[in-house]
């Protein structure tokens, strides 16, 4: 049994949040199989990789909470939401999941500065980061959806795209990781 390194408070904000990261994985689970049986191969392999992501990111969560000394609560995974409209439709939903689960982060740091847990603080940046790449590469696909659909034979362009997404990285590049 290790010596318990984290408040209460912010043993339950972790709990919480590993939970909600679960709840992640489901959300792209659903997209992604709602994309298969849609036709689109492509962003249903994409959305199956940011579901493995999201479930990785549930464990560190986990890991996180056990080693120091706090007690992680498996709960149950509320259901995703109704299946999207269309290709556009899944795109902004899962960009507003994000963008949702960026706060919830930022409540984590906050809490960690009020509580000088640095260690919690410093745990939470990794996911800062991870957040921007995440909210940067989905808009940078609804981008390139924009443009497909906008142009003359948005069926070829679309195929294109579905085609592209299958091998696309998981990450975006951000500056702060560019060398200097
Ligand atoms: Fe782990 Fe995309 O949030």
């Not at 036709?39 to 249903?44: D, L, R, V, W």
């Not at 556009?88 to 509580?115: A, G, M, R, T, Y």
């Not at 745990?123 to 590469?137: C, G, N, R, S």
């Amino acid at each position: 049994m290790k010596t318990k390194r984290i408040s209460d408070k912010i043993e339950k904000a972790l709990n919480e949040q590993m939970t909600r990261e679960a709840y992640q994985s489901q959300v792209y689970l659903s997209y992604a199989s709602w994309a298969e049986v849609n036709s689109f191969p492509g962003i249903a392999t994409f959305l199956y990789g940011h579901m493995q992501e999201e479930r990785e990111h549930m464990f560190k969560f986990l890991k996180y909470i056990n080693d120091r000394g706090g007690e992680t609560k498996i709960e149950a995974i509320k259901a995703p939401p109704e299946n999207p409209k269309n290709v556009e439709d899944c795109l902004q939903k899962i960009l507003k999941h994000e963008i949702e689960n960026s706060k919830q982060i930022d409540k984590i740091v906050n809490l960690s500065h009020e509580e000088k847990d640095w260690a919690t603080f410093n745990f939470a940046q990794w996911f800062v980061k991870e957040q921007i790449e995440e909210e940067t590469l989905i808009n940078e696909i609804i981008d390139k959806y924009t443009l497909a659909s906008n142009e003359k034979d948005n069926n070829s362009n679309l195929y294109d795209l579905d085609r592209d997404l299958a091998s696309a990285s998981q990450h975006a590049t951000i500056p702060q990781e560019e060398k200097l």
